[in-house]
C-alpha cells in the first residue's frame, strides 16, 4: 500500500511559478509510474503529467506542455511538478498519483491506471 502526500500549493499570481512535491510512503517506490493530474471546479479532473520508473520516460498534457516539468528521487520516494508561467486556467486541485508498471519507462495517461492517489494540493493562480 502507497500513501502520497502532496505539498506546495498555494496563491500565485500570473506568470509566475511555483513547485509542487509528493512525498511517498510503504515501500517500492521504484517499481510505480508517478502522475500528476488536476482538477478545476466543476471540471472533470485532467492528466498534467506523467513519469515512468527510471525517470527515461516522460508525458505530459497538451495544456501544460512546455511550461511543466516533472522529475522524481527514486532516494527520496518523492516526486515534483515544477510549474512556470502559470495562468489563471491552472487554478485547480493538483493531484499525485502511483500505478504499478512492470517496464521502467511506461507513463500512464488515464487515471484508472493509478492504484494510489493523493489527497491533494490547491493551485490557485490569480490574474
Known amino acids: 500500500q502507497v500513501q502520497l502526500v502532496e505539498s506546495g500549493g498555494g496563491v500565485v499570481q500570473a506568470g509566475g511559478s511555483l513547485r509542487l512535491s509528493c512525498a511517498a510512503s510503504?515501500?517500492?517506490?521504484?517499481?510505480?509510474?508517478m502522475g500528476w493530474f488536476r482538477q478545476a471546479p466543476g471540471k472533470e479532473r485532467e492528466f498534467v503529467g506523467s513519469?515512468?520508473?527510471?525517470?527515461?520516460?516522460?508525458l505530459y498534457g497538451d495544456s501544460v506542455k512546455d511550461r511543466f516539468i516533472i522529475s522524481r528521487n527514486n532516494y527520496m520516494d518523492s516526486v515534483d511538478l515544477q510549474m512556470n508561467s502559470l495562468k489563471s486556467e491552472d487554478t485547480a486541485i493538483y493531484y499525485c498519483?502511483?500505478?504499478?508498471?512492470?517496464?521502467?519507462?511506461?507513463?500512464?495517461?488515464?487515471?484508472?491506471?493509478?492504484?494510489?492517489w493523493g489527497r491533494g494540493t490547491q493551485v490557485t493562480v490569480s490574474s
Open positions: 513519469i515512468s520508473r527510471n525517470s527515461g520516460a516522460i
Open positions: 510503504g515501500g517500492g517506490f521504484s517499481l510505480y509510474v
Open positions: 498519483a502511483a500505478g504499478r508498471a512492470g517496464s521502467i519507462l511506461t507513463v500512464f495517461e488515464t487515471s484508472t491506471a493509478y492504484s494510489f
